[in-house]
């Protein structure tokens, strides 16, 4: 009679153990989907505190969430542009001479630097640089004191515009103060008017024990090739061909809009910022939120990449029919 009891009694505790467990995440989502809710991120039908999210490997939250093509072509293209901003001219040439050439005047005001016809190394090495990093539209070398000693393709980024000084630009005085790679919010473009982004690093002398800085790196990064690289995220997701109904946005850490899936992507700055989504993974995290959207119920995947001092993040926006 003990034993039957005994066995009642835990037969009955195990039961409620279950249904205390399972219960509960059975109806809160389905076994596929992963949400984020504040310290919280349910992986399928697994349940993690915060403590426990670094147990589950980001990528398999990222694949997960249905962002790891795109995720890695984006981190992959942000690993070629850092390697660039952390060795000049892809470390290539010394700058133990820096500058060969010196910039007059009569240079900075006819010019905006020196002439095209010196210093056809660096030049040369420039053009190999941007022929092979579609994510840039021009590489430029400053002088400590912010003045543009050239800049390649020289037409435009050299001869176009009035301003040949940028010491009063953030990402100058942000290399200046750190000694690192810096990156811009959205800029636009002194010379062409287009919206860019500037990854900024410094020039030393030495550069294996990164002394004696004596100058700066321009990188000018192409947001049409990030428009590109979402935009064909996009068309695998969609059947035939076809485009998906999914919208995939980049938005820097200020809320502004890198690029977007779709030309018409709403660039409205307060539209990002708003989003808990968009704060989840300015914080650091990776998840998926149902938010609205100007009056719509919408899935919202999110995800933070790293870039200099920064992050970016990336969105893919699903409507929720």
């Known amino acids: 009679m003990n034993i039957i009891l005994f066995f009642s009694v835990f037969l009955l505790i195990g039961l409620v153990t ?3 467990h399972f219960v509960p995440i059975a109806n809160a989502l389905p076994t596929s989907q992963i949400t984020q809710v504040e310290n919280t991120i349910f992986l399928g039908n697994k349940v993690m ?12 939250i990222l694949k997960q969430l249905g962002l790891y093509p795109v995720y890695q072509q984006l981190n992959n293209t942000i690993a070629s542009l850092m390697a660039i901003a952390e060795n000049p001219l892809n470390g290539f040439i010394s700058f133990d001479n820096f500058p060969l050439v010196d910039l ?7 010019y905006h630097g020196i002439p095209s016809d010196q210093e056809i190394e660096k030049r040369d090495l420039a053009k190999d640089v941007l022929a092979n990093n579609k994510a840039l539209l021009d590489i430029s070398l400053l002088l400590p004191n912010g003045d543009r000693y050239l800049a390649e393709p020289y037409y435009p980024y050299q001869t176009n515009g009035s301003v ?15 000694n690192k790679p810096y990156l811009s919010g959205v800029l ?4 062409t008017d287009e919206r860019i982004a500037i990854l900024a690093s410094p020039i030393y002398s030495d550069l294996e024990n990164q ?22 995220a996009i068309l695998r997701e969609g059947l035939n061909n076809t485009l998906s109904n999914d919208t995939m946005v980049i938005v820097d850490s200020n809320g502004t809009k890198i690029a977007g899936s779709f030309s018409s992507s709403n660039d409205n700055k307060t539209e990002f910022v708003d989003l808990q989504s968009y704060k989840n993974a300015k914080d650091g995290k990776s998840g998926s939120l149902v ?9 919202i995947s999110f995800a933070p990449v790293d870039i200099a001092q920064t992050k970016w993040i990336l969105l893919s926006i699903s409507p929720n029919y």
């Open 18 to 20: 279950l249904v205390g």
């Open 49 to 60: 505190n915060k403590s426990q999210i670094n147990e589950v490997s980001n990528s398999t």
């Open 104 to 110: 007059t005047n009569e240079m900075k005001m006819r």
């Open 164 to 178: 040949f000084n940028f010491a009063h630009r953030d990402h100058f005085k942000g290399v200046m103060e750190t």
């Open 188 to 191: 636009e473009a002194v010379t």
């Open 211 to 232: 002394k004696s800085m004596v100058g700066i790196q321009i990188l000018t990064l192409n947001f049409s090739y990030f428009n590109n690289l979402l935009q064909s």
């Open 291 to 299: 938010e609205n959207i100007n009056g719509r119920s919408m899935t």
